[in-house]
């Protein structure tokens, strides 16, 4: 019996929901999502921590501490009667720096917040505290699924980094079919078409920039070891997305080996090279008036 | 005696101390920083709300909720298994269109999270939940402080927008010896400033432009409504923070009979005004050279 159009449209509208369904059932999308997630409540919690901070500084102006949560802690515990604080309790809390804060507090310019006013603060900073728990349990999350769907690939390097190129290129085998210079130079993309367009610096990192291998080596070393990477996780990749082997091991192991070897050598000099002549900016352009504007260079 | 250097010294920081204590107890620092936190509050809910939708839309991407509120609750309260959602409990939820979603979840083409995803979708909508509980009590303490500050002004305008405009102009002290001009500018700096220094349209108000009065005027009354309300503002600034007497009633009687005589005229023809010359943009400057750049028409 032939299909009438109905019937076949009908039937074509199913598999287009079923293969939908199929491609968000990988479990990728989690990962990525998961990951932009993390980032974004990372956002949050800076802009709502600022605010803590203006609003917490006019009781104590002299507080100053490295780590925002400690702050947050400082005013969800002390803040209500500063001057009444236990130096044991603060000691439990700040560690080394409690003596100085100590002190600062019996020299402090600020007067004690109202009761009302002191219950916004504390329920920002519980706020902020409960923020960062939140966030360790998404990344917690984040780690287990992304090691979990690319055993390779964050067997290299961190799950974070691993999550965000994988965000970036948008599917794991988009990812697994990428040059390994594109993958050296994913979340670089302004530097890299300001490059192509205005002639600036060619980029030699995007994400892979936050490898503590790649930030604490030394300047001449980091364009390399971030090509290194690249050509490592090219392949790890594809062994996540296609053979399913772990291969990690050998590629570590050469990785470190390579860096090793990079270590040793001296800095190079550089030979010096012809100066490209860099493309004027929009507005340098709009000088010469309209008509030179069809003269692209590229 | 005669004070020494150093005592004179010490007396004159702590009488600088003092003086700053003094500046911040009066209550005002704490409404301007509850507006900016409230007003913070809202961007990073805003922010996490929008990872929720994209995350929870993998697995039902034809829910289309118009408040972010009600869609946190949905994915709390049903997220795990849509497909066996109660219909009367739904209906507890949403209301009218109870029924339509009831109908989508039937025909999703959206999977089931797994309990672990389904664990983290929960989290982060419990806690858009809570964020927004958190802002009404900020929102609710900042009516009582703002009420108790500026009697008079916030009874012409709501307590929000009375806060912003005191945010913007510092201090209740300051707002007082503003000129209306200025407070009807409030917020609007960047398009004043376009004015000045391009020649663009001045803007006609700032913060003002919340009030419900305005925003629903018509267009050619909307200059002149902002213009009262500036003017009956600045008197009320001025009772809130020198003489202390209830003048609002007065004001808003005023007010009331003025936007009523406005409305009541037919709009105005427009005299044919002699074209104010724009002055070119920077880049468009450029093209004559630096020469010209010394000419300021100001």
Chains 1, 2 share one sequence.
């Not at 409690?98 to 900073?125: C, F, H, Q, W």
């Not at 980094?161 to 210079?181: T, V």
């Not at 490898?211 to 604490?216: E, G, S, V």
């Not at 790890?236 to 997305?241: F, H, L, P």
């Amino acid at each position: 019996m032939k299909e009438s159009p109905e019937e076949k449209r009908h039937r074509l509208i199913e598999l287009a929901k079923a293969s939908v369904t199929s491609a968000y059932s990988t479990g990728e999308h989690s990962v990525i999502l998961a990951v932009n997630t993390s980032n974004e409540l990372e956002k949050a919690r800076n802009l709502l921590h600022e605010k803590l901070e203006d609003w917490y500084g006019i009781f104590f102006p002299e507080l100053r501490l490295s780590n925002p949560l400690t702050y947050a802690r400082f005013v969800s515990e002390f803040g209500m009667d500063k001057k009444a604080v236990d130096k044991a309790k603060l000691h439990d809390l700040l560690g080394n720096s409690a003596d100085e804060v100590y002190t600062k507090i019996g020299n402090s310019i600020g007067v004690e917040p109202s009761p009302t006013e002191y219950e916004m603060l504390k329920r920002i900073a519980d706020y902020e505290i409960e923020m960062a728990k939140m966030q360790e349990s998404i990344d917690s999350y984040l780690k287990e699924r992304a090691t979990a769907l690319m055993p390779n690939v964050t067997h290299l390097v961190d799950y974070k980094i691993a999550a965000e190129l994988l965000s970036k290129a948008g599917s794991l085998s988009k990812m697994a079919l990428m040059p390994a210079g594109t993958i050296q130079l994913l979340g670089a993309e302004k530097a890299l078409f300001k490059h192509i367009k205005f002639g600036s610096k060619p980029p030699k990192y995007g994400i892979l920039f936050k490898l503590p291998q790649i930030t604490n080596a030394s300047k001449w070393n980091r364009g390399r070891i971030a090509r290194l990477y690249a050509t490592k996780i090219c392949i790890a990749a594809k062994a996540d997305a296609f053979t399913k082997n772990f291969i990690a091991e050998k590629l570590k192991s050469d990785i470190e080996a390579t860096i090793a070897k990079y270590n040793a050598q001296p800095q190079r000099q550089k030979k010096p090279q012809p100066q490209r002549q860099q493309r004027p900016y929009r507005s340098q352009r709009q000088q010469y008036g309209r008509g030179q504007r069809g003269h692209r260079r590229f």
